[in-house]
């Protein structure tokens, strides 16, 4: 006779017996991401690099893991502070499936060593890939346009540390009369739907110029970017051979202002402008200002896991309308 199987959950797992509440922002956002993420297909990625039950200590859930590795990306957390959020907050624990009643929450060794083996095994690259496959199923298929731009995400100019001196990785560049010191962001995103396909990191001193061909799939037959990629047509067309060069052109000159090209600027912008919706939702909504890690290559790993999410969320209205 077939049992079905069943979870029963202990009382650390049940809500307080309170008259009134309703769901928080955090509840209702956590509610969708768990519709839109694509857990399975994330999940089958990971697992065969996961480590496997024997006779020591057992490990914790992949499935726990992996969306502890995404709380921390959605709410900007550190390792102890991941930790310390999964015992402080009931949605969290329901979130990434912690029952008190049953086991201890992931300490920070266990969530760092989660992330060490996402970068030693080069995984966040492909959870972008496979992000990017799963939206193409849902027909958001990246198209042959790219917009390409790079934002600065700062780093800690401080030398109060145990070696005494600033992340060697990082270096300082002037925008306009500001000095930044940090890490630089360049992404490639399609035209059509504003998915981030490429992800390059570099340090803050670092050209846009210099990564523009990396961010290019190959197949586009228009490029987009800011004044700060003119002149780069020889580029574009050495990584994508039926590219049309769409950057902006400089309009001033020192007695005139050619307004020709000033009006041909107005019309890229308007395309141009979903460049800005990832870095966008990549600071503002995830609050990734500064870089967590010293490095550049922890710092990539970690900014290709967040664009993916960001692809996952600037689109989370349509797949929660197509039943993902």
């Known amino acids: 006779m077939k049992r079905k199987a069943h979870f029963q959950r202990t009382l650390a797992w049940q809500t307080s017996f309170e008259k009134y509440g309703r769901k928080s922002r955090r509840e209702e956002f956590l509610n969708v991401m768990e519709v839109v993420v694509p857990w399975g297909e994330l999940e089958t990625l990971i697992e065969p690099h996961y480590p496997k039950a024997g006779n020591g200590r057992q490990p914790v859930g992949l499935s726990i893991m992996l969306r502890v590795y995404f709380l921390q990306?959605?709410?900007?957390?550190?390792?102890?502070?991941?930790?310390?959020?999964?015992?402080?907050?009931?949605?969290?624990?329901?979130?990434?499936?912690?029952?008190?009643?049953?086991?201890?929450?992931?300490?920070?060794?266990?969530?760092?060593?989660?992330?060490?083996?996402?970068?030693?095994?080069?995984?966040c690259g492909k959870i972008l890939d496979t992000v990017n496959h799963y939206l193409a199923c849902k027909g958001l298929r990246i198209s042959t346009g790219t917009i390409v731009d790079a934002t600065i995400i700062a780093a800690a100019s401080s030398t109060k540390n145990s070696k005494g001196e600033r992340d060697p990785e990082m270096h300082q560049t002037r925008k306009g009369n500001q000095w930044f010191f940090g890490a630089k962001a360049h992404i490639g995103v399609d035209s059509k739907e504003g998915i981030v396909h490429s992800v390059c990191t570099s340090a803050a001193s670092v050209s846009d110029v210099h990564m523009l061909p990396d961010l290019l799939h190959g197949a586009e037959k228009k490029v987009w970017g800011d004044a700060g990629y003119q002149g780069q047509t020889e580029s574009i067309h050495a990584?994508?051979?039926?590219?049309?060069?769409?950057?902006?052109?400089?309009?001033?000159?020192?007695?005139?202002v050619d307004e020709v090209e000033r009006r041909k600027n107005r019309t890229k912008a308007r395309v141009r402008s979903k460049v800005e919706w990832p870095f966008r939702i990549l600071k503002r909504v995830f609050g990734y200002n500064k870089v967590r890690y010293r490095g550049l290559r922890k710092n990539h790993e970690w900014l290709l896991a967040a664009f993916a999410l960001v692809n996952l969320y600037q689109h989370r209205k349509r797949l929660v309308k197509l039943g993902a």
């Open 73 to 123: 990306q959605w709410f900007n957390l550190s390792d102890p502070g991941a930790e310390d959020a999964l015992y402080e907050s009931p949605v969290l624990r329901r979130f990434a499936g912690v029952d008190l009643g049953r086991a201890a929450a992931p300490d920070e060794t266990t969530i760092l060593r989660f992330r060490g083996l996402l970068g030693q095994h080069e995984l």
């Open 239 to 256: 990584a994508a051979p039926e590219a049309q060069d769409m950057t902006s052109r400089r309009t001033k000159r020192k007695d005139s």
